[in-house]
């Protein structure tokens, strides 16, 4: 698992920006590759963003990565 940070940007430094600036600091550009799962994580949110791709193979998810029916089991705790 490819993880990408991304680190806040000045306020002021957005204010005088180039269109080819600010896209190479918030476009993601290469998030799905066949066979791999690829994540950018942002300090501007707070967020990750991951995307997937099967490539036919058997997929398996990093080690610690809960399952579906644990991570619903989970979410219905929560309510």
């Known amino acids: 698992m490819n993880i990408e940070v991304r680190h806040a940007t ?3 430094s957005v204010e005088t920006a180039t269109t080819a600036q600010l896209r190479s600091r918030y476009l993601i550009e290469d998030l799905f590759a ?3 799962v690829r ?3 942002t300090h501007e949110d707070r967020m990750v963003v991951a995307g997937a791709v099967p490539d036919g193979a ?3 998810c990093p080690p610690g990565t809960p ?3 644990s991570t619903r089991s989970s979410a219905a705790s929560w309510a």
Request: proline share 20%; net charge neutral; charged share 25%.
């Open 58 to 60: 058997r997929s398996r």
């Open 39 to 41: 994540a950018v994580y």
């Open 67 to 69: 399952s579906a029916p």
């Open 34 to 36: 066949p066979g791999e």
């Open 10 to 12: 000045d306020p002021g």
